[in-house]
């Protein structure tokens, strides 16, 4: 399975954008039987976990962008989301997702710009 994202860019703060996710070469049983996480990577800093999504669609989040952002899940398309709002200068980073074990083939990822 080869993760695919998409959606970054350049905002203002206090902007929106929405994360996709594509799990290709993935059969509808793999992906839908995967609990799945966003990370993202901060220039000079580990990728971090921000957002989780199980099986059952139960969510969880980073304090940092907890109220902020929303990770939901479409199995029938093998994709997950996140919508990203009230965006800050801080949340500038390369966005990644995979399942919760990070299993499979990182994708190149998607930038995220904010600027203040």
């Known amino acids: 399975v080869q993760m695919v994202e998409s959606g970054g860019g350049l905002v203002q703060a206090g902007g929106s954008l929405r994360l996709s996710c594509y799990a290709s070469?993935?059969?509808?049983?793999?992906?839908?039987?995967?609990?799945l996480d966003w990370y993202r990577q901060a220039p000079g800093k580990q990728r971090e976990v921000i957002a989780s999504i199980s099986t059952g669609g139960s969510t969880n989040y980073a304090d940092s962008v907890k109220g902020r952002f929303t990770i939901s899940r479409v199995n029938a398309k093998r994709t997950v989301y996140l919508d990203m709002n009230n965006l800050k200068p801080e949340d500038t980073a390369v966005y990644y997702c995979?399942?919760?074990?990070?299993?499979?083939?990182w994708g190149q990822g998607t930038q995220v710009t904010v600027s203040s």
């Open positions: 995979n399942s919760h074990d990070g299993h499979w083939s």
């Open positions: 070469r993935s059969i509808l049983s793999d992906f839908s039987g995967n609990a």
